[in-house]
């Protein structure tokens, strides 16, 4: 089964961003980047594939030459193959989804992972964007599947419940927390992948669909109120959301 799993570079939780001077940007210095935590489940729902079907796992990147980390930590994994589009232009999520698919179609994949989102935009849209591009059967936020003779019977999250799918490869998942728990990278598998070779392909750069106009931190002024259970403290949170929230 040829596997590819796409993954992503954001900023570390812990992080305390700031906005930078131009005002569309965060400011990186003294942020660490790390590989995007549902990125992991993808990794890892790859590497079994591979364990029971034979084959290989391919991870795909587009970034900077600092992106290439994250690959070092997929080979760390278990991965076979690295490769990074490589590119410094600041580019929209549709723009990220041509350069994959177009990778995707140099390689023909059986089925592309990704995780359920990146934790730095959020926009959860990757994995659907891909797959239109590739004409491929798409099922988002698989939170548990199985795969019996070229067909996938999956389920995925929706808002309170469950939601379960099928469709047939190749085809195009992301994965939810859940689904596995990913494997840590032994010590000698991280030395080994330091000197693995990561392949970059060369970037398209075309139009922008999207551009972003501004970037600010949330206001800070807000004032919160902690009561407790008796009459008179429901009575005063109620009257608060009625005539100063106004949302009742």
């Given at each position: 089964?040829n596997i590819l799993v796409c993954i992503s570079q954001v900023p570390d939780t812990t992080a305390k961003i700031q906005?930078?001077?131009?005002?569309?940007?965060?400011?990186?210095?003294?942020?660490?980047?790390?590989?995007?935590?549902?990125?992991?489940?993808?990794?890892?729902?790859?590497?079994?594939?591979r364990e029971r079907f034979g084959g290989t796992v391919t991870a795909l990147t587009v970034g900077t030459e600092t992106?290439?980390?994250?690959?070092?930590?997929?080979?760390?994994?278990?991965?076979?193959?690295?490769?990074?589009?490589?590119?410094?232009?600041?580019?929209?999520?549709?723009?990220?989804?041509?350069?994959?698919?177009?990778?995707?179609?140099?390689?023909?994949?059986?089925?592309?992972?990704?995780?359920?989102?990146?934790?730095?935009?959020?926009?959860?849209?990757?994995?659907?964007?891909?797959?239109?591009?590739?004409?491929?059967?798409?099922?988002?936020?698989?939170?548990?599947?199985?795969?019996?003779?070229?067909?996938?019977?999956?389920?995925?999250?929706?808002?309170?419940?469950?939601?379960?799918?099928?469709?047939?490869?190749?085809?195009?998942i992301s994965a939810q927390k859940g689904l596995n728990d990913p494997r840590y990278p032994k010590l000698p598998d991280?030395?080994?992948?330091?000197?693995?070779?990561?392949?970059?392909?060369?970037?398209?750069?075309?139009?922008?669909?999207?551009?972003?106009?501004?970037?600010?931190?949330?206001?800070?002024?807000?004032?919160?109120?902690?009561?407790?259970?008796?009459?008179?403290?429901?009575?005063?949170?109620?009257?608060?959301?009625?005539?100063?929230?106004?949302?009742?």
């Amino acid at each position: 089964m040829n596997i590819l799993v796409c993954i992503s570079q954001v900023p570390d939780t812990t992080a305390k961003i700031q906005v930078s001077g131009d005002g569309i940007s965060i400011e990186k210095a003294g942020v660490k980047f790390i590989l995007n935590p549902y990125d992991e489940f993808a990794i890892e729902e790859g590497l079994r594939l591979r364990e029971r079907f034979g084959g290989t796992v391919t991870a795909l990147t587009v970034g900077t030459e600092t992106s290439k980390e994250i690959l070092r930590t997929a080979l760390a994994m278990g991965v076979d193959k690295a490769g990074i589009v490589k590119t410094d232009a600041t580019l929209d999520s549709f723009n990220v989804a041509e350069n994959i698919a177009n990778y995707a179609k140099s390689i023909i994949p059986d089925i592309v992972i990704f995780g359920r989102q990146s934790i730095d935009f959020d926009s959860s849209g990757m994995a659907p964007m891909v797959a239109e591009m590739l004409d491929l059967p798409s099922i988002s936020v698989v939170s548990s599947w199985s795969i019996e003779n070229n067909a996938i019977i999956a389920e995925r999250d929706i808002e309170g419940g469950k939601e379960v799918l099928s469709c047939t490869l190749p085809c195009v998942i992301s994965a939810q927390k859940g689904l596995n728990d990913p494997r840590y990278p032994k010590l000698p598998d991280i030395m080994k992948a330091k000197s693995k070779p990561i392949e970059e392909i060369a970037p398209s750069h075309g139009a922008s669909l999207v551009s972003l106009t501004s970037m600010a931190l949330p206001s800070s002024k807000r004032v919160g109120m902690i009561v407790g259970d008796s009459e008179a403290e429901i009575t005063s949170i109620v009257t608060a959301l009625h005539e100063q929230a106004k949302v009742i």
